[in-house]
């Protein structure tokens, strides 16, 4: 079993404007990592995130940036079998123009040992990229803050 997954958004907002929406730490702060982002994604940077609902900043290693077309990252799997051998996983993000004023923005991920730890932090990694769009979405169309408060 190949351990993987893919979500997807459409947000009616020009292609641009949503890339930015996720690259630039100051916006993705309001709407994502609500403990604050520290660094533009731009290729070959280490930033680093944080979340009030998952406490403790941490690393997240950006591989490839094509601007307005993909953002590729690397970070630590919340794999609880693989306490010992710890392991990265691979997101990649992709943004597609379906028009002027829409954009198609796609998450995957990949790369959890096939483990009972493995399988459970995919569907947690795959529940946060789900949540992420939809609050990117919001963000970007209405400049409101769907996680604040979702989960405290």
């Not at 290693?61 to 051998?85: C, F, G, Q, S, Y």
């Not at 990694?125 to 609050?135: D, P, V």
């Amino acid at each position: 079993m190949d351990l993987k997954f893919r979500v997807f958004a459409h947000i009616a907002k020009p292609l641009h404007e949503v890339f930015e929406a996720v690259a630039d730490p100051a916006q993705l702060s309001h709407y994502f990592t609500t403990g604050g982002a520290v660094g533009r994604l731009e290729q070959g940077a280490t930033v680093m995130w944080d979340f009030h609902d998952f406490p403790g900043a941490f690393p997240v290693h950006v591989t490839e940036v094509v601007p307005d077309e993909r953002i590729v990252l690397e970070w630590k799997a919340n794999d609880p079998d693989a306490r010992e051998a710890p392991y990265n996983t691979t997101v990649t993000m992709t943004f597609k123009p379906v028009g002027p004023d829409r954009t198609l923005v796609e998450i995957a991920e990949e790369g959890w040992h096939e483990t009972r730890g493995g399988l459970a932090a995919s569907y947690g990694n795959c529940m946060g990229w789900s949540q992420m769009l939809a609050a990117l979405k919001v963000w970007a169309e209405h400049g409101i803050n769907l996680r604040d408060g979702m989960y405290k």
